[in-house]
């Protein structure tokens, strides 16, 4: 009987180690998962010309958490930025975004408070303010290059559009008019011109080598007459 109560008493006690462990281990792994303000995270940046706040949440188990941003000035808050925000954070991160048109060196300070039933997990800033860069956003250049072509009309006209000016018509004074119809004409002189002569002489042929041909021919004709009239009497003289 004693043996069996010692056996009995050694599971008690390695029962109530076995529990505790476990609660231990339960207790450890629900602080590992529970909300916490470390997982949240803040930046300043520039969407164009406007500026913006980013809170990010890194909380896996996705609790709704309020986010609140405020502007510092000295230490106490100058003024609220927009309204109050909700995020529900996985591992991956989830953003909710302030519009704010920030100054450079800026501080801002974002609170954060996270329930889970009626458990507030987090009711906590987010460790050191936020500080915006130390230049402003600027607004992106939309303005065309000075190299593109001016497809506008030009309001001064150009040289080859510009009217010439009216020629002046010189008008004939009478006394000029009368001069000239009063001017005697040239009198036909009898004798012939030079190229009345040239025509003259291509008719009848002076001046050519007309004459010389004609001779030539001549004595040809002549030449062949009496070659005929031999050969036609030694024909006759023969037949005898």
Known sequence: MSLSRRTAARSVRMLGVTAASAALALSAAGTALACD????????????????????????TGVPAVITVFLENNGADLRQVGAAQTVEGSQKGVTVSFAEAWEPNAEYRIHVKAVKGKKILVDKDIPG???TPSKACEAEDTSTPSTTPSTSPSSTPSDSTTTAPPTETITPSPSDSASDSAAPAP??????SAAAQESNLAETGAGSNTGLIVGIAAVLVAVGGG??????????SSQR
């Not at 009198?187 to 012939?192: E, G």
């Not at 070659?227 to 006759?236: D, H, K």
């Open 187 to 192: 009198s036909a002189s009898n004798a012939p």
């Open 129 to 131: 303010n936020l500080t």
């Open 227 to 236: 070659a005929v009239f031999f050969g036609m009497r030694r024909r006759g």
């Open 37 to 60: 303000i470390s997982e949240f995270s803040a930046t300043a940046a520039c969407d164009g010309a406007k500026g913006v706040i980013t809170v990010t949440d890194k909380d896996p």
